[in-house]
């Protein structure tokens, strides 16, 4: 079955250092959405992805879909330590509607 | 955006019972997902929900451990029965938001212990 791998597992910065998370893909996908989830809470959407090598900026974060559509990334510019959490990519494809989460990255940001 | 209410937010249970789990959603929406999520693990999706017709499973999820329900287009409940320490867990409904794609929303998590 299809399924999505991230890495890192895990990764601890100083407050603004960079960060990036890479999401890949054992299928094409139809689009990659970005979820970003609190320590205790649920995931809360970020962006979502479509077009073969696309690119979207929200403020300090960066998201790319690869240009076979079978990966992306996340990238934060200068992290704060509202930053921390898990950032999910999940992905579609085909006609399902079904979303396929990745494995997630845990964010650590030290002050 | 839609908003879910999901209850309960958390039990303690005794292995071998039952528990169901409710969503309620603000807005009428085709489909709800079901999805589980082990501590510090992803999300993996257990079921889909229409409503009016039965549940679509993923593989590993069967209908006999985790019935749900689909009455109307704002509600749904994922039973888990027959529970064993394996199924602690946190359970999480979602919902594609709104007109135009918002994302999927998703409940608070129902955070359960079988002991």
């Known amino acids: 079955g299809q399924q999505v791998m991230q890495i890192p597992q895990y990764q601890h910065v100083q407050e603004g250092e960079d960060f990036t998370t890479y999401c890949n893909s054992s299928?094409?996908?139809?689009?990659i959405q970005w979820y970003k989830q609190r320590p205790g809470g649920h995931p809360v959407f970020l962006i979502q992805?479509?077009?073969?090598?696309e690119v979207k900026k929200q403020k300090r974060l960066t998201f790319q879909f690869g240009e076979a559509k079978k990966n992306s990334s996340l990238h934060i510019t200068a992290t704060q330590t509202t930053d921390v959490g898990t950032y999910f990519c999940a992905g579609q494809s085909g006609a399902t509607n079904k979303l396929i989460f990745g494995t997630g990255t845990l964010l650590a940001v030290q002050p | 955006s839609a908003v879910i209410s999901q209850k309960p937010s958390r039990d303690i249970c005794q292995r071998g019972t039952s528990l169901t789990i409710q969503c309620q959603v603000d807005?009428?929406?085709?489909?709800m997902f079901w999805y589980r999520q082990q501590p510090g693990q992803s999300l993996t999706l257990i079921a889909t929900?229409?409503?009016?017709?039965?549940?679509?499973?993923e593989s590993g999820f069967v209908i006999d451990k985790f019935p749900i329900s689909r009455p109307n287009l704002t509600f749904s409940t994922l039973t888990v029965s027959n529970m064993s320490p394996e199924d602690s867990s946190i359970y999480l409904c979602?919902?594609?938001?709104?007109?135009?794609?918002?994302?999927?929303?998703f409940g608070s998590g129902t955070r359960l212990t079988v002991v």
């Open positions: 807005s009428q929406v085709t489909m």
């Open positions: 929900a229409n409503q009016g017709s039965e549940a679509t499973y």
């Open positions: 299928t094409t996908l139809s689009n």
């Open positions: 979602s919902v594609a938001t709104g007109t135009g794609f918002l994302g999927y929303t």
């Open positions: 992805l479509v077009k073969s090598g």
